[in-house]
T-cell receptor, first 111, second 113 residues
Framework: EAQVTQNPRYLITVTGKKLTVTCSQN?????MSWYRQDPGLGLRQIYY???????DKGDVPEGYKVSRKEKRNFPLILESPSPNQTSLYFC??????????FGPGTRLTVL | AQSVTQPDIHITVSEGASLELRCNYS??????LFWYVQSPGQGLQLLLK??????LVQGIKGFEAEFKRSQSSFNLRKPSVHWSDAAEYFC???????????FGAGTTVTVRA
């Protein structure tokens, strides 16, 4: 089954404790992206990647890092999480200009 | 800069009634427009998209949207809603390569029996 998976689905952590949210897709898509969703703000793009080793900032990249060492994986790294990064995070992938496939989301709480 | 405005935060509609969700965009070139739906606890699913051709676009689940360049709008419609249409709907705009999509804040649709 074609899908985008994210882990963990739920995470509660404390300020400053480094964490990684993994994202993996099994569709051999070149393009992958991370979004955060906050009430009243919709989805905002954090980072995107057009291919392996090619990444670029979205609209809200501060406090986040990404890497794209292989095509299927696109982890989101929070080196020193803060409470304002409490949010619902979505990973997405697509090939060329076809639709984006979204993962199920990761709900992160930073205390 | 590109941006999307969804003027209605919440809409309540009776089952079987028609539904229209508004979307206004700001974009300097020819836009690439999308409507997504998010059911509770789920990720986003693409309903339809527009980037050229016929300005009336048909999507899944009986939805359609009309692109009006003169009004910078891309409103979503459904003639007769079902209880399963209760969800949050997002409009999005992006450039030709759509690497950077901008989403609206979303409209929550409640369907009453």
């Amino acid at each position: 089954e074609a899908q985008v998976t994210q882990n963990p689905r739920y995470l509660i952590t404390v300020t400053g404790k480094k964490l990684t949210v993994t994202c993996s897709q099994n569709m051999n898509h070149e393009y992958m992206s991370w979004y955060r969703q906050d009430p009243g703000l919709g989805l905002r793009q954090i980072y995107y990647s057009m291919n392996v080793e090619v990444t670029d900032k979205g609209d809200v990249p501060e406090g986040y890092k990404v890497s794209r060492k292989e095509k299927r994986n696109f982890p989101l790294i929070l080196e020193s999480p803060s409470p304002n990064q409490t949010s619902l995070y979505f990973c997405a992938s697509r090939q060329d200009r076809n639709q984006q496939f979204f993962g199920p989301g990761t709900r992160l709480t930073v205390l | 800069a590109q941006s999307v405005t969804q003027p209605d935060i919440h809409i309540t509609v009776s089952e079987g009634a028609s539904l229209e969700l508004r979307c206004n965009y700001s974009y300097g070139a020819t836009p690439y427009l999308f409507w997504y739906v998010q059911s509770p606890g789920q990720g986003l699913q693409l309903l339809l998209k527009y980037f050229s051709g016929d300005t009336l676009v048909q999507g899944i689940k009986g939805f359609e949207a009309e692109f009006k360049r003169s009004q910078s709008s891309f409103n979503l419609r459904k003639p007769s809603v079902h209880w399963s249409d209760a969800a949050e709907y997002f409009c999005a705009v992006g450039p030709f390569n759509d690497y950077k999509l901008s989403f609206g804040a979303g409209t929550t649709v409640t369907v009453r029996a």
